[in-house]
């Protein structure tokens, strides 16, 4: 299984950013799907995710109503649309899929500064 995060850079406070995660390799069924982040000196931490029976993403109360997760399922891609972004969402942003197993990428920088 591979996942391949794109998209990070700089972007300024109260800017918008969009992370893709291209998932390939797997043959087991995706069980759920998601982003997770890390900022320096801190544990990582969920930011949104969908179980893709269900539909309906679940997001970390500091993302929402800001953060966007979507899925293309003939592209087998994940999409993280990020607005409104602010200094705190500073991190390495992991893309995520359990199957039988955990499967992680190897993570986008995304860094919000003026």
């Known amino acids: 299984v591979q996942l391949v995060e794109s998209g990070g850079g700089l972007v300024q406070p109260g800017g918008s950013l969009g992370l893709s995660c291209a998932i390939s390799?797997?043959?087991?069924?995706?069980?759920?799907m998601g982003w997770y982040r890390q900022a320096p000196g801190k544990p990582r931490e969920l930011v949104a995710a969908v179980v893709p029976a269900v539909g309906t993403p679940h997001y970390a109360d500091s993302v929402k109503g800001r953060f966007t997760l979507s899925r293309d399922n003939v592209k087998n891609t994940m999409y993280l649309q990020m607005t409104s972004l602010r200094s705190e969402d500073t991190a390495l942003y992991y893309c995520?899929?359990?199957?039988?197993?955990?499967?992680w990428g190897r993570g986008t920088q995304v860094t919000v500064s003026s």
């Open positions: 390799g797997t043959t087991s069924s995706i069980n759920a």
């Open positions: 995520w899929i359990a199957t039988l197993f955990d499967h």
